[in-house]
């Protein structure tokens, strides 16, 4: 079945610190890859997408993340959290014209 | 350019009543998804439209149901309101090409009593 997995529920890193979020998805080909961001009671915002081409990608706010087809793996990093990075994020894929399928999201909390 | 729009943002509705969410997208935008949002089964497609046609379907019952626009806005509704209907329901927006990304609106929380 196509899925999408986040592994760590909740992660806490201190400010300053370098930071990954850790996403394997389950689907026959390469998909379309993305990581949204959200805040207590608002929408999702992109952070990046992953289409093709290179496999390291830059997103806004600082953070990237790095498709590994090999592990079916696309790992969010950020080697300096800010306070205000705090925020549930979200994995997803999907194909051309089908439904994003998320994974159940990870938790940051920031730590002075 | 403004994003997508949802309205109302927050509704309180009882059981066994029926609710209306609307959504504007992206000026340009033809394709809109639903979601929902619950803390225990996550982030959950509902239905995408493109043109006043629906694309794709999730697993959710006959009580969900959508329409859109010849502008584009697209409504969601649910009929006889249960309490597990209670979330946040949101909205996506993808431009007319098949290789882009989704933009999602604030959304509206629904709390059914």
């Known amino acids: 079945a196509q899925s999408v997995t986040q592994p760590d529920i909740h992660i806490t890193v201190s400010e300053g610190a370098s930071l990954e979020l850790r996403c394997n998805y389950s689907y026959g080909a390469t998909p379309y890859l993305f990581w949204y961001v959200q805040s207590p009671g608002q929408g999702l915002q992109l952070l990046l997408k992953?289409?093709?081409?290179?496999?390291l990608v830059q997103g806004i706010k600082g953070f990237e993340a790095e498709f590994k087809r090999s592990q079916s793996s696309f790992n969010l990093r950020k080697p300096s959290v800010h306070w205000s990075d705090a925020a549930e994020y979200f994995c997803?894929?999907?194909?051309?014209?089908?439904?994003?399928?998320f994974g159940k999201g990870t938790t940051l909390s920031v730590s002075s | 350019k403004a994003g997508v729009t949802q309205t109302p943002r927050y509704l309180i509705k009882t059981r066994g009543q029926q609710v209306t969410l609307s959504c504007s997208p992206i000026?340009?935008?033809?394709?809109v998804s639903w979601y929902q949002q619950t803390p225990g089964q996550g982030l959950q497609f509902l239905f995408e439209y493109f043109s006043e046609t629906q694309r794709n379907k999730g697993n959710f019952p006959g009580r969900f149901s959508g329409r859109q626009f010849s502008n584009s806005r697209s409504e969601m509704n649910v009929s006889t309101l249960e309490l597990g209907d209670s979330a946040l329901y949101l909205c996506?927006?993808?431009?007319?090409?098949?290789?882009?990304?989704?933009?999602f609106g604030q959304g509206t929380r629904l709390t059914v009593v």
């Open positions: 997803a894929f999907n194909q051309a014209g089908t439904a994003l399928i």
């Open positions: 996506a927006s993808r431009g007319t090409s098949m290789n882009t990304e989704a933009f």
């Open positions: 992953y289409f093709s081409g290179d496999t």
């Open positions: 000026s340009g935008h033809r394709s």
